[in-house]
């Protein structure tokens, strides 16, 4: 299995530009998670989906965040307009189950200037 | 959520055991004790997890204190992989979803 693949690998952007961040989760696995992980705050967790549908976005920071999940096998977190501080490094997980280990991609380094 | 403290930093040598402590005196009789782990730029990893006994894998073993209020991760025999950043999460299976909050971790650091 490859795993939760994500892409890019790195992004580097400037201020208000639009930014898609892409996963593809691990083939079965019904659960999908975005997290973000900053120094200043460690890893956050961003929303979460249950086949395909989002269960909990309360930890999106602002309306500028949007996350997608159109089938099974892909999802996207999209940041518009970026700033500076969205600069971080996001994950996607997923797991099988609501209690199932989550299996985390190798992330997405977000550069914002 | 109930909360885990965990030191900052500890240190091994290569091939000795290591223990990684962690307090969670406000845990709750449906709450489970997971660990993850995260090496240097990469994303972080499941290792571990129980609910009142003790567990063994072949990553490392859970230590729970019968309190319920601590327990201990051991890794028997640390290598240089083994060098990271290692999460205490309390995850409440009482509830629709047991969220993962992660704190700040404790980070392993093994010399040769």
């Known amino acids: 299995d490859a795993g939760v693949i994500q892409s890019p690998r790195h992004e580097v952007t400037e201020m208000g530009q639009e930014v898609t961040l892409r996963c593809k989760p691990i083939s079965g696995h019904d659960y999908l998670f975005w997290y973000r992980q900053t120094m200043m705050r460690g890893l956050e967790l961003l929303i979460y989906f249950n086949n395909n549908v989002p269960i909990d976005d309360s930890g999106m920071p602002e309306d500028r965040f949007s996350a997608k999940m159109p089938n099974a096998s892909f999802s996207t977190l999209k940041i518009q307009p970026s700033e500076p501080r969205d600069s971080a490094v996001y994950f996607c997980?997923?797991?099988?189950?609501?209690?199932?280990?989550?299996?985390f991609g190798p992330g997405t380094r977000l550069t914002v200037t | 959520d109930a909360k885990t403290t965990q030191p900052n930093s500890m240190e091994s040598n290569e091939e000795e055991p290591v223990h990684l402590p962690c307090n969670h005196s406000?845990?709750?009789?449906?709450?489970?004790i997971h660990w993850y782990r995260q090496l240097p730029s990469q994303g972080p990893e499941y290792v571990i997890h129980g609910l009142t006994s003790n567990v063994n894998n072949r990553m490392a073993s859970l230590a729970i204190a019968e309190d319920r209020k601590s327990s201990t991760l051991i890794l028997h025999r640390a290598t240089l992989r083994d060098a990271a950043v290692y999460y205490c999460i309390l995850r409440d299976g009482g509830t629709s979803y047991g969220k993962l909050t992660f704190g700040q971790g404790t980070i392993l650091t093994v010399h040769p």
């Open positions: 406000t845990i709750s009789g449906t709450d489970y």
């Open positions: 997980a997923s797991s099988l189950g609501r209690f199932g280990e989550q299996y």
